[in-house]
């Protein structure tokens, strides 16, 4: 195999052109440098929140969900590397206690909107809590804040819809947000 390499070596730096050799080694470059960085690449850290105006019920709920590989990390820097998101049911409730401090609700009026936990759980390789509260009479502004996880990990994207009116609105929270808003359809009822 060394001969082999040794000839490869002889025959392209003897054989072959100056211009050709610079395109190659630059080709080469350019491959061992995607190989480099995209080995180096790990998954986008990311969580995803519905609210939704629930006609049926007349609720305001909200339904936070977290790749359960994440918040498996995240307990164990926030708590303890011994912390077992699966298993524990005392290490469940303090996630969702945390996620549940760092989601807020604020009116028009800039007035809490507070939220009953409804309850949380593993499923479908997802960890998911529950929140719900009567929906507020003459409310025509939602101001929301989603922050979960943004304190353990800068790059955590999280995404919130809001659902249950004339359309769905998007809205997505980086570290350098705090609070985003919508203005709600007048005619929603």
Known sequence: MPDLVGHFYLTFHINTPRPMKTLIQSLLLI???LISTDSLAHKMKAAFSIILF????????AVHRFYLHDAEEAVWEMFDS????IGSEETQQKFADYVIKNFELKD?????ISLDTVGY???GGYFWVYQETPQPKGLTKLHIKQQALQ????QQFNVVNVE????????????????????????RH
Request: aromatic share 8%; proline share 4%.
């Open 31 to 33: 491959v061992v440098a």
């Open 54 to 61: 629930n006609e049926r019920t007349n609720n305001l709920e």
């Open 82 to 85: 011994n912390a077992d998101i």
């Open 108 to 112: 028009q009026a800039g007035n809490p």
């Open 121 to 123: 759980q593993n499923d």
């Open 151 to 154: 304190d353990i990990w800068s």
């Open 164 to 187: 249950g009116l004339d359309k769905v609105y998007s809205l997505n929270f980086t570290s350098r947000d705090e609070w985003q808003s919508i203005t709600l359809p007048e005619d």
